[in-house]
């Protein structure tokens, strides 16, 4: 029995106040009748569900179209995800409660005793992804090596340099120089620049374990996902840039994304409860993302379009050589439940070989960060003893280096430091270089055991402050303090310095103070610090107006100097 | 007889991991189509996705009552339909009461989807694409946030509700249609 054409229109209209919750007693009464008295009637309300139900899935970001759920043949025991799914003792599968998620792990470990392991990387609210990895059959071939040039492979990759190899799930691309090209079963393809690893996961999916990555999905693999420790990246149909960097301790990646086309979905995970949160980035648009290693810590995502918008004067800072530091207290902030900041992640990415980012493993020793503090910009607030400093010793190398320090803060009186490196621990130690205000209120630099130079001016409200140390020629070193894009007084001839950097660069406090006097409070910032940028060299005037240009326009900050005294 | 023990012990090992991949296998075949089958009972993603989560686990306590060579799909919606009304009965919002003639007509029409189920996700996918900007945009607010309604949306768009209907029920429409064009014209010889 054919359905006439009113009766589609109608059996449409009545799935369609179904699934937007409008349908009445009446109308269900009518779909009802409709569906039971007519095949082809229950075939369209079918075929509208299931359009429904793709479109839903879709938007989830799982796959459209076959891998929403995945119908390949498993093979449960050679399942490389089965471990990163619970288990199932009582002879449950893996596999089938994998792709369930949160609540059916839940009900399956009450049913199952089933003990509760976690995807390692991935947010575990993409049940589709999951399900469409584990769908893949371990020996089945899902990506091909399209192409390799100039490749040094690595003996911990277990392909070879074969172009054209088939790779299977578990597959793993290790190399430490020269370009590949993996594409996916889908149709997607990333291509990898060395050192780099890279794990082909399944016929829509790749784990990136280092190096860069650009990924171009074609519209029939929308919905493929890298896997990054530091996050995961859902392809929405578009191309992007990947770049993973690694700290040195091995237990923070930070993962730069830029989306060249379309959009993406960035999922982080939230809390130690293994929430994740996700965010939508567009072409044009880039992120920064971040593994937590701290419990009860949040995680802030960093855009970096705002940094070109026109309200920042279209300016991206890193465009100038030499940044090697580059903190702000509105992005990749990671906070406590309590607003005080763990970490701040240092947003220069590619050019530094690791992150550093500086964090605070003490509760009582972190700022506070606020939300509003400086002309509607974040900034972050230190009282007493608190200070964030890097993990380990810094990277750069400051012995023989100039150096040109932004700050955009405010302190109270006394010696308070903004940023400081120390070379050894000993109270007489001075190799170190601190950029400090001074006992009357001013702004200082130091740099070893022979450079101090003091600017006086009041430093209790918030300025953009700078200091250059031209290094570059030795015997005829100086240094140049600024303000607001003003020199404080002249500049100041000083003897060559011996700057070392053997403790990690801190903010906020001295390391000597920390290290040595734990109890007390002195030689810690007690004010505001919303943005750092270090440059391993001196600026030219040019370069140098640009960055101070760029902070007073984001700040708000007045233009002209405090009167000196 | 001092083997024997153990030797059983294995055997039943293998018996039950055999057993395992085999549910995995015929779950993974045919869940899809259980879900598309759910939504169409309770016509809420949550509340589908929840009583198939339910059913898989129920499956599999029933599996060996499960005879090799019947209809897996048949009996797995037997199990899914007890989930999907038990799901309507705990959902907050009220659903409509559908007869039990009603249910054996979808589950029927839902086997019978399962053909060619694969090629029209794909060609879903694709007629997304070929979407307006705009239209996109409404989809993504539509089925981008779990739960959220025609209504909804209306409302954080800041839009009257029977524009943002209107609007959906076009856009699913051409959809339906474009995916029915690509299907024909792929089985054109």
Not at chain 1, 19 to 41: K, M
Not at chain 1, 66 to 81: C, K
Not at chain 1, 175 to 186: K, Q
Request: net charge neutral; with cysteine; proline share 4%.
């Amino acid at each position: 029995m054919n359905s006439s054409n009113s009766h589609r229109k109608e059996i449409i209209v009545l799935a369609e106040a179904f699934f937007e919750g409008t349908l009445d007693e009446e109308q269900a009464a009518r779909l009802d009748r409709l569906v039971c008295e007519d095949a082809e009637a229950a075939r369209l309300y079918m075929e509208y569900v299931e359009l429904h139900g793709e479109l839903h899935h879709m938007h989830q970001n799982r796959m459209p179209g076959a891998p929403i759920f995945g119908n390949a043949p498993d093979n449960t025991a050679d399942d490389p995800l089965k471990q990163q799914t619970p288990s199932a003792p009582a002879g449950s599968s893996g596999m089938v409660f994998g792709w369930l998620g949160l609540g059916a792990i839940t009900l399956a470990a009450g049913l199952l005793a089933a003990t509760t392991l976690w995807w390692t990387y991935t947010s575990v609210d993409d049940k589709s992804q999951a399900s469409f990895a584990v769908a893949n059959n371990r020996n089945e071939h899902v990506a091909q090596l399209t192409t390799a040039t100039d490749c040094c492979w690595r003996p911990t990759g277990n392909v070879g340099n074969d172009v054209g190899s088939k790779l299977k799930p578990g597959d793993r691309l290790s190399f430490d120089s020269g370009t590949i090209e993996v594409t996916h079963d889908s149709g997607a393809k990333v291509r990898l620049v060395g050192p780099a690893a890279y794990v082909v996961s399944g016929a829509n999916r790749g784990l990136l374990e280092e190096g860069d990555l650009s990924a171009s999905v074609p519209p029939e693999a929308i919905g493929f996902v890298i896997d990054t420790p530091a996050g995961q990246i859902i392809d929405q149909g578009t191309e992007f840039d990947v770049a993973l960097h690694k700290d040195t301790t091995g237990d923070a990646f930070t993962a730069d994304v830029k989306v060249t086309k379309g959009a993406v979905d960035i999922a982080m995970p939230k809390n130690v409860n293994y929430e994740t949160v996700r965010s939508r980035f567009k072409d044009g648009q880039a992120a920064r993302i971040s593994s937590i290693q701290h419990s009860g810590t949040t995680t802030a995502k960093l855009d970096l379009k705002n940094f070109n918008s026109s309200q920042d004067g279209s300016f991206d800072p890193r465009t100038i050589k030499g940044m090697r530091i580059w903190l702000r207290a509105d992005a990749a902030v990671m906070r406590d439940k309590q607003g005080r900041v763990t970490e701040i992640l240092d947003l220069v990415g590619g050019s530094n070989k690791k992150a550093e980012n500086f964090r605070q493993e003490k509760q009582n020793s972190r700022p506070l960060w606020l939300d509003r503090g400086l002309n509607g910009r974040s900034t972050l607030t230190f009282s007493g003893r608190q200070y964030l400093r890097l993990a380990d010793r810094s990277e750069l190398c400051f012995y023989d280096e100039s150096l040109t320090i932004f700050v955009v803060a405010k302190a109270s009186d006394n010696t308070q430091y903004f940023i400081s490196s120390q070379g050894t621990l000993e109270t007489s130690d001075q190799t170190g270089f601190r950029f400090t205000t001074s006992r009357d209120c001013g702004l200082r630099y130091m740099a070893g055991r022979t450079v101090q130079v003091i600017r006086e001016f009041p430093i209790t409200r918030h300025n953009v402050l700078s200091a250059i140390h031209d290094r570059r020629i030795p015997g005829k070193n100086t240094v140049a303090l600024f303000c607001n894009g003003r020199q404080l007084g002249q500049i100041e001839p000083v003897p060559d310095s011996k700057i070392e950097n053997s403790y990690p660069l801190t903010i906020g406090g001295n390391p000597e103070s920390i290290h040595i006097y734990p109890d007390s409070t002195q030689n810690f910032l007690h004010g505001d610090l919303a943005e750092i940028i270090l440059f391993d060299r001196v600026l030219s005037e040019l370069e140098q107006q640009r960055i101070e240009s760029y902070l007073m326009t984001r700040y708000d900050l007045h233009p002209s100097p405090p009167q000196l005294q | 007889m001092v083997d024997t023990q153990p030797t059983n012990r294995i055997k039943h090992l293998v018996y039950q991991e055999e057993r395992k991949t085999r549910f995995t296998s015929l779950f993974n075949a045919h869940k899809r189509g259980l879900f598309t089958y759910l939504l169409a009972l309770t016509g809420d993603f949550t509340a589908a996705e929840d009583a198939l989560q339910e059913a898989s686990i129920v499956m599999w306590q029933k599996f060996p009552e499960f005879q090799e060579g019947t209809n897996f799909a048949a009996w797995a919606r037997k199990i899914a339909c007890n989930m999907g009304l038990r799901s309507r009965k705990e959902a907050s919002k009220r659903l409509p009461i559908f007869s039990s003639r009603f249910l054996d007509a979808i589950a029927e029409a839902s086997m019978a989807s399962e053909e060619h189920r694969d090629r029209r996700g794909k060609a879903l996918a694709s007629c997304v694409l070929k979407l307006s900007q705009s239209d996109r945009e409404l989809l993504t607010h539509r089925y981008g946030n779990e739960g959220l309604t025609a209504k909804d949306v209306a409302k954080t768009l800041n839009r009257p509700a029977n524009t943002v209907y209107k609007a959906l029920r076009r856009i699913r429409a051409s959809l339906l249609e474009c995916v029915r064009r690509t299907i024909a014209r792929e089985d054109q010889p």
